[in-house]
């Protein structure tokens, strides 16, 4: 495995990153990682981002809305996307470990790995349009 040189600004994105569960865009990470380096750029994020990703020590995705998501959790688990509000969120649920073997027969190749992604509405979304949906009609 390749050996990283230490650098104190990818430290501060994995430290960011490893205390958030939110799974956040590396604009919402540059945002953050801005109040403690001041001067880095957006394009130092990315680099750092895909540095990290590539090494396997972050996981990033995409939920289909357009940007590329990062998780600190490199293990393999399931995730629930909100398609109101965006929000992705861990289920903490045993991962089907057979499902690799019980795909592959039917895959024109090697499957190395699996991610699977629950869509729907979330609890906040859900209370606030229950919300919405009994508040009186003003004219």
Known sequence: MQRLNHSRQREAIMNCLAHRFDHPTADMLYHDIQKIYPKI?????????????????????????????YDANTQPHYHFVCRECGAVRDIHVVMRSSIISEVAPYVDGKIDSA?????????????????????????
């Open 41 to 69: 750029s957006l394009g130092t994020v990315y680099r750092n981002l895909n540095l990290l990703s590539d090494m396997g020590m972050i996981q990033r995705f995409s939920t289909g809305d357009g940007n590329e998501h």
């Open 115 to 139: 991610a699977t992604f629950f869509y729907g509405k979330c609890g906040s979304c859900l209370n606030s349009k229950e919300i919405e949906n009994n508040q009186p009609v003003s004219e």
